[in-house]
């Protein structure tokens, strides 16, 4: 298995507070990403990183800031959580941008 | 506006029948697909890819089939086995935005005893 942790794996937050999930990874790719899974919508790419200090918007990025100050941590904050950023949110990396990714255990938020 | 299209939400097989999982795309720039397999409280998992070059890829139980003209791909599983039960995402990106992956909603597979 790829060497990726999500952090936390579960969290139950109130609307209205900011909260950061991070994803660790142990391969030295290149490439991250974070991605939402909700029902009736498979997975959506939030943001990802091509390198450190770089990153870009994916399909559902508003509400959404991200950083990578390390090639092994990306973090997603959200700066003031709402209803509907309740999600499981998975990170992923791939070594270059043509190669397969491969995703983290995920991260369960709660958004009350 | 849906991209990509997973037509049947679930699906159910004998164990040691075929299984086959469909994916429509619209968009014919994409030219390489994925199928991904998800089991519960678990990240998904990377099956198998195929690029629009070819128009089918083996890896041992598991083949990806990808019609251009039609802009659908499929994956065969034969025979199909309890421990394939699981949700199966397909996937697509185009070159130019390699890194950005585009999945389907889901088809749940069971495979009965």
């Known amino acids: 298995d790829a060497g990726i942790t999500q952090s936390p794996r579960h969290k139950v937050t109130e609307t209205g507070t900011p909260v950061t999930l991070r994803c660790h990874q142990t391969?030295?790719?290149?490439?991250m990403y974070w991605y939402r899974q909700d029902p009736g919508h498979g997975l959506r790419l939030i943001h990802y990183?091509?390198?450190?200090?770089?990153?870009d918007k994916g399909e559902v990025s508003d509400g959404y800031s991200v950083s990578r100050s390390k090639t092994e941590d990306f973090l997603l904050t959200l700066e003031s959580a709402t209803s509907s950023q309740t999600s499981v949110y998975f990170c992923?990396?791939?070594?270059?941008?043509?190669?397969?990714?491969?995703f983290g255990p995920g991260t369960r938020l709660t958004v009350l | 506006d849906q991209q990509v299209k997973q037509n049947s939400p679930s699906l159910s097989v004998q164990e040691g029948r075929i299984s086959i999982l469909n994916c429509d795309y619209t968009?014919?720039?994409?030219?390489?697909f994925l199928w991904y397999k998800k089991y519960p409280a678990e990240g998904p998992t990377f099956l198998i890819s195929?690029?629009?070059?070819?128009d089918k890829n083996e890896d041992g139980r598991f083949t990806v089939f990808l019609n251009k003209s039609a802009k659908h791909l499929s994956l065969h599983i034969v025979p199909s086995q309890p421990g394939d039960s699981a949700v199966y995402f397909c996937?697509?990106?185009?070159?130019?935005?390699?890194?950005?992956?585009?999945f389907g909603t889901g088809t749940r597979l069971q495979v009965m005893l």
């Open positions: 195929i690029s629009s070059i070819k």
């Open positions: 990183s091509y390198g450190v200090k770089d990153t």
């Open positions: 391969e030295n790719h290149r490439y």
């Open positions: 992923a990396i791939s070594e270059s941008s043509y190669n397969e990714q491969f």
């Open positions: 996937a697509v990106s185009h070159t130019g935005t390699a890194s950005k992956l585009t």
């Open positions: 968009n014919s720039m994409f030219d390489y």
